[in-house]
């Protein structure tokens, strides 16, 4: 459908989907200030081409929105994408002649997997090495007030195995350092650092070509949790959805095969023996800010690019943005998948304002007692999922939208039965978790329930106004009471938690959720988002006895030193300067 970013352009221009910025703007945050504002209320791409002191323009927005993610993808609905890997799945022949050729029209979907390799690329149009190279001239955002630097945010980071060859292509940020050097954020889990540590252990510099831009496949394909499968990468999923394979030519400098349509590739190579420098800070899809730390760096030998070249960048930070999209397409490729392994899952979801890793909804076909508990587990030793915090099983509602599926969860919930606390993995970008990468784990039952498990919940009723002077603002739902405060005290949450149910006023609570007063509590999404990203469930949630029962309190506030905290990130935000800076031409692209 498309081969390259231009035609993609081409087609989102047509739409009345893109609109050229033509004015001056600057790199440093006032791209972020415009493309916040078109993430968060559904507007369009945004094409800078007149970026202050910088070589190329850049884009923004590529898939600001579930309808064009899903064009970018080649299907006119994200759920199509589970409908094409089910075909797949279905892939029985029946005996003989007949049912071999029955198989025909299904083979078809493979037509495109198997990357085509070519002797010319528009990639390498422009070829620049060694002292040459400047990434300086590069339109890089330095995308919130606190990062560090600037960052490349969508590159396709390509790596192969020093062992077995088997290629990566994954997506790690990756801090300006230099005119020829960046940090390369690779996470202990990642399959990039897999092959660094190896090259560490082997003695070798591990060679890295990175990619930014081509077919807007390319980047949705570094960004999926794909099981390390021999023979089998990132871009043969591509070639997959695509329909058509990836065209991957020669690098100039480095022994890696890179996309031909890219708009440009970055080549070099990262040296283990080389001490890590300090990346960072970086507000990062969590909403907050993740920390300094110290990771590798990359040193860039060659920038090669097709002439006229679109730099692609995107923002992350307080949901939802653009990454929002891009998980929801991953969450419908893999659930065939998920299904072979756990098969009554119905749906699952993970909400946006769980940032992937925070939340996840999950519908199953229920049958029997304690099958609720049986998914929610498996689903955590599920690939990725391992990172999950909080996994909510209902059996008569779907899972979208997700605050709604909490809601019908609550339904059944009796918190006493229906609550398992573990532990377990959890993405280092966490800041909540107590220990870097290993936090607690929360799965509510929120099944209708079968006579083997007991009485069914009575529906809830709403909670009444409750009356505390650390309660700032408050909001309830059926059986839900939500309340912020301005926490100053270690323990605030703990001792308020158990004051306010034991208030008659409040009457049934089976989930009360605490949080800073940075937000709304009438409004679920900034609610949900902030509760569970300062959540580690082994030592902020827990069950709370009141004149009506036990009530499950989430403790969403921010935790101090005392109480076994982390250092403490904030929140990615603009200051009014910048949004000033920006209004008389955000008025004009979004009139």
Known sequence: MFRNLGEYLSELESRGE????????????????????????????????????KDFPLVIGLFGTPERTARALGVSHLDELAERVQRLLELKPAGGLAGAMGLLPKLGELKGLFPRKVRRAPVQEVVLTGENVDLGRLPVQKCWPGDGGPFFTLPQVITRDPETGEY??????????GPRSTGMHWQLYKTGRKHFEKARRLGRRLEVAVALGGDPVLTYAATAPLPELPGFYEYHLAGFLRGRPVELVKAKTVDLWVPAEAEFVLEGYVDPAEPFAVEGPFGDHTGFYTLEADYPVFHVTALTHRRGAIYPSTVVGPPPMEDAWLIEATERLFLPAARLVIPEIRDYHMPPAGVAHNWVNVEIDKEYAGQGFKVGLGLLGLGQMMSTKVVVVTSDAPPRPGFAALLAAVRHLRPDRDVVFGKGPTDELDHAASQLGFSGKLVIDGT?????????????????????????????WPGVLAVTLQKSEPGEARRLARELLRQEAAGPVRLLML??????????????????????PARDAWLEEGPAGAALVLDGTHKLPAEGARPWPGVARLEAETLQAVEGLARRIFS
Request: charged letters at 25%; zero cysteines; proline letters at 9%.
């Open 18 to 53: 893109l609109v050229r910025v033509r004015e001056p703007v600057s790199a440093e945050l006032e791209i972020t200030a415009l493309a916040d504002r078109a993430f968060k209320s559904g507007g369009p791409a945004l094409l800078f081409e007149n970026v202050r002191g």
């Open 168 to 177: 990566n292509v994954g997506m790690y940020r990756m801090q300006v350092f």
């Open 448 to 476: 209708a329930k079968l006579p083997a498990e007991g009485e069914p919940a009575a529906a809830p009723a709403r909670p009444g106004e409750v009356e505390h002077p650390g309660v700032r603002r408050q909001h309830s």
């Open 515 to 536: 949080t800073d007063d940075e937000v709304n509590p009438a409004d679920p999404d900034a609610l949900m988002w902030l509760t569970l990203a300062n959540l580690d």
